[in-house]
C-alpha cells in the first residue's frame, strides 16, 4: 500500500517544532553560532568584535551590491559618492553597483524525460544580464568586503546569496544593510549599522528553500498531470497557486449549493401623542411562523403599539492600524478600482523616489524606537502651509505619538515595519494628481489617523411592539468627529440628539410597506477578497498550524502576481468585478479528488511547510531536512498520478482552443541555428489565406482592388511564374508541414505534443505514418520524424543524429512524452514563476 506524504507532521521525519518567539527587533533573528562559510575564516572572525575591530574594518574597501540601479545611485547620493567614468560609484573607501532584480535562474534541464525531476539546482545568467555580472566580478577584485544592500528580506537575500555563489565570492567577507526607506538619512544611519552577512545565514536557506519547492511542486506536478492528460497544455500547478484556485472554486460551489429563503422585510412608521414620527423595522427572516404582511396589511395600519424599550449609550469608532501591503490593495482596489498588481507597481515606485518606506510587508506595527522619528515628522509637516492635512490635526496627532496604543510593538515587527510616509511623502502628498499619488495620499491619510482620537457616537436603540411583532428603530449619531475629520470638508455642525420615550409610551402605526426579500449566497471573490482569504486563511486550519499561517499563503510580495498567474491561465475568469472558476478549473477539482490529491494541496499542507520555512529562517530546522521533506512530498505527488487507475477527463479540443482561441501558429526568436519555436500569434483571426501569406511576406495593400487579388495573382502579373506555383504550393501547407518540409525538429515536436490528434489527422491525409506520443530516441531518429512502431507500418525516411546524440538521447529515454528543450525551458520558466 502507497505510503503518502502530505507534509511534517508528527509522524513524518520533518518535525514541527515550537517555534521559540524571537527577541523584538526590526531585522530577523541572528543565525546560531555555528559557521556554514567553510574553512576560511570570516571578516568578524579576523576582527573580533570591539573598537580595534571597527577601526580595522573602516580601512578595507567595501563593493555595495543594491538590488537596483536606481537603488544604487540614492545610496550614493545619500553617502555623497562620486559617480566614476565605467558608470558605478566610487569613493576612497566605497565603492558602489547594482543588479537589476534577479540576475540568475535555475539551469534549464536539457531532454529530461523521467519524473519525478531533482535538479542539482546550479544556476545560469538570465537572458540580458550578463553585463550586471561581469561588472560585479570586475569591481569584486578591487574591494576586500561587500555589503548586500539588495531589499531587505527573503528575496533580497536570495538575489545577494545567488550572486555570489555563482561569481565564487563565498570567499570573501560580507555584511548586511538592512534598509527599511531610502531617506538619506535612513541611509547614513543603516550604513553605520552594518551587521555581520553571516547573521542572515538562515534568512537565505529559507528563501532557497522557498525557491527549490516552488520549483520541484511546480514543474513537477505540471509534467506529470499534463502527460497524463489530467492538465491542459495551457494551465499549470504550484505550490501556492493551486490552493489559491481551489479557494475560488470552493466559493463557486457554496454558491451553486447555496438555497435562498424568502421573507419579508416590513418598515413602519409610528407616531407619538406628541405628533414626532420615527421608524420601525420588522423582518420574518427568523420566525417559525411567519406573517403574511402582504395579505394583512391593510389591518396593521391603525394599530396601536408600545414602546417596550429606548436607550442610547456612547460608543467610539477606532481608527485602523497602520497599513500593510495587503491593507494598500483592498484600499485601492474599493476607492479606484486598482488590481493589487497595479497597486504594488505604484507603491513601489513611491518607495524608490522616497515618498513611502519598504512596501513588501505584513506588518502593522512600528518599532518602539520610532515614536521620536514619528513625533518629529508630524510637527515637520504641520509647519507646512499648504498640505494634504489641516495643521491643526497633525499636531493633534504628534502629541499623541506616545499616548497611542498598539501602534509601536517590537513584537509584531518581522521584516519589515508597516507602510508610512517619509518626511518629503508627507509634505509633497498634494502636489500630483497622478495615480501613484493616489496611493500616496491613502498611506498618508491612514498614517496620520492612526494617531488621532477615535471618534465618538451616540448610540440609540428603540424597541416598539405592536401585537406580537417587534419593530427595531437603531440611530447612530456622530458627536465627535476624531479622526473622521479627515473626510470632511467642512467643520462638523452639532448635530441634534434624538429624544427618548419613556418605557411604555402608547404609538400609533401610520404607515406600513413590505418588501420581499430573500437570503444571498456568499458573493464571489474580487481580486481584492481574494488577497484577504489568502492572507487571512491561516485562521481556518488546525490550531497548530494558525501561527506558521498568522500571515495566510504566499506572502504579500508574491500574492499579487499569483492572482495574475491564475488568471493568465484563464482558470479564472472576470465577471462583473469578480472572480469566476472557469470549467477546466471546475474540473480539475474533481480530477484531484480522483487522483487523491486533494490533501497534497489543501491549506492544511501549505500551512505545513510555511511552517517548515519559518523554522528554518529562525535556525530552528536545518535546510537539508526541509528539502528531503519536500522531496518526498513530490515523489508522493508524482505516483498517485502515475498509479492512477481512473480514466482522465476527456480533454477536448475546445478546452485548448480556449486557451489560444484566435490564435495561428507564428515564428519567434526564441531558438537559433535554423530551428525555430512555434508560437501563438493572434494577428490572422479572420483573415483570409491571402491575407495571412501576404502579411508574412509583405505589408497588405490598403487598396480595395489589391484585396481583392491573391498574391498568386499578384505573382502572375509580374510575369513571375515560378514565383506563383512555390507561392500557391506554400498557401495550402499547414505550420506543421512547413516545419516539417524545412526540418525543424522541435517545432514540428511541439506542434505534435499540443495537439497529437490534429498532428496524426493531418499525416493520415498525406499519406503520411502517424507519430506516436510516446516517442523513442534510442534509435537514433530526431523527435520530429519518429514514426510509429507497429506491424505492417512501413518505414519513413529519417535522418539519423550524430553518434554523440545518439547516445545523449538513448540516455535520456524514459516513458511518457519527450520534451524538446525549448518546450522545458518554457515549463521550467513557468513552475518557477508559479509559488
Known amino acids: 500500500m502507497m505510503q503518502t506524504w502530505l507534509g511534517p507532521s508528527s509522524a513524518n521525519p520533518v518535525q514541527c517544532r515550537p517555534i521559540v518567539s524571537r527577541a523584538p527587533k526590526d531585522r530577523p533573528r541572528a543565525a546560531p553560532s555555528r559557521s556554514r562559510r567553510g574553512p576560511h575564516a570570516t571578516l568578524w572572525s579576523m576582527l573580533g568584535r570591539g573598537t580595534v575591530a571597527a577601526t580595522a574594518l573602516r580601512a578595507l574597501k567595501k563593493l555595495v551590491i543594491a538590488e537596483k540601479p536606481k537603488v544604487a545611485q540614492q545610496i550614493a547620493a545619500a553617502l555623497k559618492i562620486p559617480k566614476a567614468a565605467k558608470g558605478h560609484f566610487e569613493g576612497k573607501d566605497l565603492i558602489i553597483t547594482s543588479a537589476c532584480g534577479h540576475l540568475l535562474q535555475h539551469k534549464s534541464l536539457p531532454w529530461i524525460t523521467k519524473l519525478p525531476m531533482f535538479p542539482a539546482f546550479d544556476l545560469e545568467v538570465q537572458k540580458g544580464k550578463d553585463s550586471y555580472l561581469a561588472e560585479i566580478r570586475r569591481l569584486a577584485r578591487h574591494a576586500q568586503v561587500l555589503v548586500n544592500v539588495c531589499d531587505a528580506g527573503r528575496e533580497g537575500e536570495l538575489i545577494f546569496r545567488r550572486i555570489q555563489k555563482f561569481l565564487d565570492l563565498e570567499k570573501m567577507p560580507f555584511e548586511r544593510l538592512w534598509l527599511q526607506s531610502l531617506t538619506a538619512a535612513a541611509i547614513r544611519l543603516a550604513m553605520d549599522s552594518c551587521r555581520p552577512g553571516e547573521e542572515y545565514d538562515n534568512l537565505a536557506d529559507a528563501a532557497d528553500c522557498r525557491a527549490r519547492w516552488d520549483w520541484l511542486v511546480g514543474i513537477n506536478g505540471t509534467a506529470v498531470l499534463r502527460k497524463s492528460k489530467w492538465l491542459p497544455w495551457k494551465c499549470s500547478v504550484?505550490?501556492?497557486?493551486?490552493?489559491?484556485?481551489?479557494?475560488?472554486?470552493?466559493?463557486?460551489?457554496?454558491?451553486?449549493?447555496?438555497?435562498?429563503?424568502?421573507?419579508?422585510?416590513?418598515?413602519?412608521?409610528?407616531?407619538?401623542?406628541?405628533?414626532?414620527?420615527?421608524?420601525?423595522?420588522?423582518?420574518?427572516?427568523?420566525?417559525?411562523?411567519?406573517?403574511?404582511?402582504?395579505?394583512?396589511?391593510?389591518?396593521?395600519?391603525?394599530?396601536?403599539?408600545?414602546?417596550?424599550?429606548?436607550?442610547?449609550a456612547k460608543c467610539f469608532e477606532k481608527p485602523q492600524p497602520l497599513m500593510n501591503l495587503a491593507d494598500l490593495q483592498r484600499t485601492c482596489s474599493r476607492l479606484f478600482g486598482m488590481s493589487p498588481s497595479a497597486t504594488l507597481q505604484?507603491?513601489?515606485?513611491?518607495?524608490?523616489?522616497?515618498?513611502?518606506?519598504?512596501?513588501?510587508?505584513?506588518?502593522?506595527?512600528?518599532?518602539?524606537?520610532?515614536?521620536?522619528?514619528?513625533?518629529?515628522?508630524?510637527?515637520?509637516?504641520?509647519?507646512?502651509?499648504?498640505?494634504?492635512i489641516p495643521p491643526e490635526l497633525l499636531l493633534i496627532a504628534s502629541k499623541a505619538v506616545s499616548s497611542v496604543s498598539g501602534i509601536f510593538d517590537d513584537a509584531k515587527v518581522t521584516d519589515h515595519y508597516a507602510i508610512i510616509p517619509t518626511d518629503k511623502g508627507l509634505q509633497k502628498a498634494k502636489l500630483s494628481k497622478s495615480r501613484d499619488a493616489q496611493v500616496l495620499r491613502q498611506v498618508?491619510?491612514?498614517?496620520?489617523?492612526?494617531?488621532?482620537?477615535?471618534?465618538?457616537?451616540?448610540?440609540?436603540?428603540?424597541?416598539?411592539?405592536?401585537?406580537?411583532?417587534?419593530?427595531?428603530?437603531?440611530?447612530?449619531?456622530?458627536v465627535e468627529p476624531g479622526f473622521k475629520a479627515l473626510e470632511m470638508k467642512e467643520p462638523m455642525v452639532k448635530p441634534k440628539l434624538p429624544s427618548l420615550l419613556k418605557k411604555g409610551t402608547k404609538v400609533v402605526l401610520e404607515k406600513l410597506k413590505v418588501t420581499d426579500q430573500e437570503t444571498k449566497p456568499p458573493p464571489r471573490y474580487t481580486q481584492a477578497d481574494l488577497l484577504t482569504a489568502m492572507e487571512k486563511c491561516g485562521k481556518t486550519v488546525e490550531e497548530d498550524l494558525q501561527g506558521a499561517m498568522s500571515a495566510g499563503i504566499g506572502t504579500s510580495a508574491t500574492r499579487a502576481c499569483i492572482i495574475d498567474k491564475v488568471l493568465l491561465q484563464k482558470w479564472v475568469v472576470p465577471k462583473n468585478g469578480a472572480l469566476q472558476p472557469s470549467a477546466i478549473a471546475r474540473q480539475f477539482k474533481d480530477s484531484l479528488k480522483t487522483l487523491g490529491l486533494t490533501e497534497n494541496f489543501s491549506l492544511e499542507v501549505t500551512g505545513r511547510w510555511e511552517l517548515i520555512l519559518k523554522q528554518i529562517q529562525e535556525g530552528h530546522i536545518d535546510k537539508d531536512e526541509g528539502n528531503i521533506g519536500m522531496q518526498k512530498a513530490v515523489e508522493d505527488l508524482v505516483e498517485k498520478v502515475k498509479s492512477c487507475q481512473a480514466a482522465p477527463p476527456a480533454l477536448e479540443d475546445n478546452d485548448i482552443a480556449e486557451a489560444s482561441s484566435s490564435m495561428t501558429w507564428a515564428p519567434t526568436k526564441s531558438e537559433k541555428g535554423g530551428t525555430k519555436a512555434s508560437s501563438f500569434s493572434t494577428a490572422s483571426k479572420g483573415k483570409t489565406p491571402a491575407e495571412k501569406e501576404e502579411g508574412s511576406t509583405r505589408a497588405a495593400s490598403s487598396s480595395r482592388a489589391s484585396r481583392s487579388k491573391t498574391p498568386v495573382e499578384k505573382e502572375k502579373e509580374k510575369g513571375s511564374i515560378k514565383a506563383a506555383s512555390s507561392l500557391k504550393a506554400s498557401r495550402s501547407k499547414t505550420p506543421l508541414a512547413k516545419a516539417w518540409g524545412r526540418g525543424e525538429n522541435s517545432s514540428v515536436l511541439e506542434l505534435c505534443l499540443f495537439n497529437a490528434s490534429k498532428t496524426n489527422k493531418y499525416l493520415a491525409e498525406n499519406r503520411c505514418p502517424a507519430i506516436h506520443p510516446l516517442i523513442d530516441f534510442s534509435s537514433g531518429i530526431t523527435p520530429s520524424m519518429a514514426l510509429r512502431q507497429g506491424e505492417g507500418e512501413g518505414q519513413h525516411k529519417s535522418r539519423k543524429l550524430p553518434e554523440g546524440k545518439q547516445e545523449q538521447n538513448a540516455s535520456c529515454k524514459g516513458e511518457g512524452r519527450h520534451y524538446s528543450p525549448e518546450l522545458l525551458q518554457s515549463e521550467q520558466k513557468e513552475g518557477r514563476s508559479v509559488t
Open 346 to 388: 505604484s507603491v513601489q515606485k513611491l518607495y524608490e523616489s522616497e515618498m513611502v518606506t519598504y512596501p513588501r510587508t505584513d506588518s502593522r506595527c512600528l518599532p518602539s524606537d520610532h515614536q521620536s522619528v514619528v513625533r518629529g515628522m508630524l510637527k515637520s509637516a504641520a509647519e507646512q502651509e499648504e498640505g494634504l
Open 444 to 478: 498618508v491619510r491612514h498614517f496620520v489617523a492612526a494617531f488621532l482620537p477615535p471618534a465618538k457616537y451616540v448610540q440609540q436603540h428603540r424597541k416598539t411592539r405592536v401585537r406580537d411583532c417587534v419593530f427595531t428603530t437603531s440611530e447612530k449619531v456622530l
Open 238 to 312: 504550484g505550490r501556492v497557486m493551486t490552493p489559491t484556485l481551489l479557494l475560488v472554486v470552493q466559493r463557486e460551489e457554496e454558491i451553486e449549493k447555496f438555497k435562498p429563503v424568502p421573507y419579508q422585510e416590513v418598515k413602519a412608521t409610528f407616531r407619538t401623542e406628541d405628533g414626532d414620527a420615527y421608524e420601525g423595522k420588522h423582518s420574518t427572516l427568523h420566525q417559525a411562523h411567519a406573517i403574511d404582511f402582504h395579505a394583512t396589511r391593510e389591518d396593521w395600519i391603525g394599530l396601536e403599539g408600545v414602546v417596550l424599550e429606548d436607550k442610547s
